[in-house]
């Protein structure tokens, strides 16, 4: 019998990480259009809230999940957009303020929550 993966999760760690593993698929761009956009960025952090959803990780490490995990993958898209040319994904010419990411700025914002 499968143990449930965190205390609020009542099913298996075998049973999320498929679930999880359809979002990471996705979450570094697509390889037939070699595009990369905030879907795709939005895939990847669907994991991170899919680990507090569901107890793997704990509100208190919201910050280190932010600040370093997403912070890391972000990293690795800037260098997977330069080295493979990545198209910015359904922007049909449309530059937006940032056509590859849209989270870091809305993470920054909640930073500045409470602050005067």
Same mark, same amino acid.
Request: overall charge negative.
């Given at each position: 019998?499968?143990?449930? =993966?965190?205390?609020?999760?009542?099913?298996?760690? &075998?049973? %999320? @990480? +498929? &679930?999880?593993?359809?979002?990471? !698929?996705? +979450?570094?761009?697509? &390889?037939? !259009?070699?595009?990369?956009?905030?879907?795709?960025?939005? +895939?990847?952090?669907?994991?991170?809230f899919a680990l507090g959803a569901n107890g =793997?990780?704990?509100?208190?490490?919201?910050?280190? %999940?932010v600040l370093v995990v997403f912070a890391k993958?972000? !990293? =690795?898209?800037?260098?997977?957009?330069?080295?493979?040319? %990545?198209?910015?994904? *359904?922007?049909? *010419?449309?530059?937006? %303020?940032?056509?590859?990411? @849209?989270?870091?700025?809305?993470?920054?914002?909640?930073?500045? =929550?409470?602050? &005067?």
């Amino acid at each position: 019998d499968a143990k449930p =993966v965190g205390p609020r999760c009542t099913r298996s760690a &075998e049973d %999320l @990480a +498929a &679930e999880l593993a359809c979002y990471l !698929r996705v +979450a570094f761009g697509d &390889e037939s !259009r070699i595009d990369y956009g905030t879907g795709h960025e939005a +895939a990847f952090f669907a994991i991170i809230f899919a680990l507090g959803a569901n107890g =793997v990780a704990a509100k208190a490490d919201a910050p280190d %999940l932010v600040l370093v995990v997403f912070a890391k993958y972000m !990293r =690795v898209m800037r260098c997977l957009q330069l080295v493979y040319v %990545l198209e910015p994904a *359904g922007s049909h *010419g449309v530059w937006g %303020l940032d056509d590859f990411h @849209a989270l870091p700025f809305l993470f920054g914002a909640a930073q500045l =929550v409470g602050l &005067e």
